[in-house]
């Protein structure tokens, strides 16, 4: 497939034959202090700027409200928090930025405050979303997910489910591009753990070349999650090298972004990837 590899986001042109790190910046509350919004904003880029100086070739913003489980918010408070992060790291930091949200508002806000990606674990599902992502030039991941994430661990049920998340996946792009998306602005994400038991995650894992065969480049994020727990039998601070394993493993199998939370160790352990299966090729 021509330009498989190629992602355009904003004012960026990514070449992904080299897998990237995008690093995950989480902007809550600050509970453990009466600084307020000022020092959650602060909290927020000081980690990114240290996520960068590791090596993050891109950052995912997020204000919490997609995380399975988590109390909804409203959407002024999602504007409040991930906004004013966007606005100074757009300044200060030259990788593109990526707002994780599902709703068309944010995704505008975002984009005119300087986000160069939208990463929507709803596939631009929500009403307004394919216009809003259409709207500016900003890179869109489509993220697949069974159910709601309220309800969505409570009994995941697939007859395949490698082909169900390749057929909505492809649904979700070609909608995207009707609605005015360019295919170089869209990357795919089988959004493991959101809707999917363990067996589910590792298949996905296992046959993510069959979802390469779309045709876009390929997100994926394992950092931390309960599929590792489930695995290795540990919580979620003792899952690094599981992780890792993970990303390695994502990378080999066609994966071209992987989604983490340990920016620096991921960066190692995928230079070590691309060197063998890119420079590797002469004999
Ligand atoms: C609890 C459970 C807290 C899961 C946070 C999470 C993805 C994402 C998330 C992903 C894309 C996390 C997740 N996961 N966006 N947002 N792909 N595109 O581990 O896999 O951060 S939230």
Redesign the pocket.
Known sequence: MQNAHQFICGKYQLDLRRPHVMG?VNVTPDSFSDGGRYASTQLAVTHALQLVAEGADIL?I?GES?????TPVSLDEELSRVIPVIEQLAREVDVPLSI?TYKPQVMREAVNAGAAII?D?WGLQQPGALEAAAAGNAGV?I?HMQGTPQTMQQEPVYQDVVQEVKVFLQERMQAAEAAGVAMERIVL?P????GKRTVHNVALLNHLPEILALGRPL????????VLGQIIGSDVHQRLHASLAASVISAMKGGRIV?VHDVKATVDALKVVDAVVNVGIDR
């Open positions: 995950i995912d997020g997609t995380r399975p489980n988590a994780d990463n674990i991941c993220m994400d959004g493991f753990g959101f997100l994926v994020g394992l950092s931390r999650k309960s989604r």
